[in-house]
């Protein structure tokens, strides 16, 4: 079974500057897709980005990056230019390409506090 | 479009009592899934469904009982609630043949059992 681990429980960034999530993960699959997601203190769930794993090119959207580093199983989010509304839990996500459930396994989470 | 929506919002229940969590979509989406969220422990799945008239256990499904008899709605049922079951219960969706997309989720529910 597929287990994503997240290694950072809590990081912190000060306004403006940039921070780097971490997320690993363990599968025997070759493809399979990644995300990270984001959860305000509203509780509702928010796609960051996503990674197809036969991509070798870095997801990017606006301030939000990856870094996907395959033969390693790495999956880390790096946010640019950190803004106050960017306070969050971060959870790290897999998928398996393969048919069926289309289940996401997901990472305990990192909170990011951002500092003014 | 309302997208995923969860009855109720909260909910507060005594040891043994039993209900029952709405989840609907209207986005036509095939596969429904049940996730609790427990403070340290990220998301779990609990049950999914593919398809109407489809449902499957998760990770997590000791406890639960759901059923899909519309393709819009989901229902995570528990029986005899218990002190463990107090989470954050949240309701996602997905098309059919997903890929790279993304599950839309519900606000969640939160559960206390006393």
């Known amino acids: 079974a597929q287990t994503v681990t997240q290694s950072q429980p809590e990081m912190s960034v000060q306004e403006a500057e940039t921070v780097t999530l971490s997320c690993t993960y363990d599968?025997?699959?070759?493809?399979?897709?990644l995300f990270w997601y984001k959860q305000p203190p509203s509780r509702q769930m928010i796609l960051v980005i996503r990674?197809?794993?036969?991509?070798?090119q870095n997801a990017t959207e606006n301030r939000f990056s990856v870094n996907f580093q395959k033969a390693a199983k790495s999956f880390s989010l790096k946010i640019s230019d950190s803004q106050l509304g960017d306070a969050a839990m971060y959870f790290c996500?897999?998928?398996?390409?393969?048919?069926?459930?289309?289940?996401?396994?997901f990472g305990k989470g990192t909170k990011l506090t951002v500092n003014p | 479009n309302a997208g995923v929506t969860q009855t109720p919002k909260f909910r507060v229940l005594k040891t043994g009592q039993s209900m029952t969590l709405l989840c609907a979509q209207d986005?036509?989406?095939?596969?429904m899934y049940w996730y609790r969220q427990d403070p340290g422990m990220g998301l779990r799945l609990i049950h999914y469904?593919?398809?109407?008239?489809?449902?499957a256990k998760g990770e997590v499904p000791d406890g639960y009982n759901v059923s899909r008899l519309k393709k819009q709605n989901f229902l995570l049922g528990l029986e005899s609630a218990a002190p463990s079951q107090t989470s954050v219960y949240f309701c996602?969706?997905?098309?059919?043949?997903?890929?790279?997309?993304?599950?839309?989720f519900g606000p969640g529910t939160r559960l206390t059992v006393l």
């Open positions: 996602a969706s997905t098309p059919v043949r997903t890929g790279k997309n993304e599950q839309f």
């Open positions: 599968t025997s699959e070759s493809d399979y897709y």
């Open positions: 990674q197809e794993a036969y991509k070798q």
């Open positions: 996500a897999y998928r398996s390409a393969q048919g069926g459930s289309e289940k996401l396994v």
């Open positions: 986005m036509n989406h095939e596969y």
């Open positions: 469904s593919v398809g109407e008239g489809t449902t």
